[in-house]
């Protein structure tokens, strides 16, 4: 979503590997998880181009997590609800 991100490293012996993989992670989630990039699995997924199945397995994870929230709410959470309510 190209937000800014700003580390403050306060212990000096932190090795630099551990910021780049920080990094590395959030270019990760980033391209993954956006609603916004139209080549993330998510945005894949919501087109129908992607079957849950052969998606990333934090990606499965969440669907599935999400489900369980959807009945464990009756429905009150649904992450594939929409404003208009389709």
């Known amino acids: 979503m190209a937000m ?9 012996h932190v090795d ?12 990760f989630v980033d391209s993954t998880f956006s609603t916004f990039k139209d080549d993330s699995e998510i945005s ?3 087109r129908g181009e992607l079957a849950l199945e052969h998606a990333h397995p934090d990606v499965c994870w ?9 009945t ?10 929409t404003a208009d309510g389709e």
Do not use: S
Request: proline share 2%; hydrophobic share 50%; glycine share 4%.
């Open 16 to 27: 630099d590997g551990v910021l780049d993989a920080m990094f590395d992670w959030l270019r």
């Open 72 to 81: 464990a709410t009756a429905g009150y959470f649904d992450a594939r609800a």
């Open 4 to 12: 800014p991100v700003v580390v403050d490293v306060r212990d000096e």
């Open 44 to 46: 894949r997924i919501n």
């Open 62 to 70: 969440l669907f599935a997590r999400c489900e369980e929230l959807r």
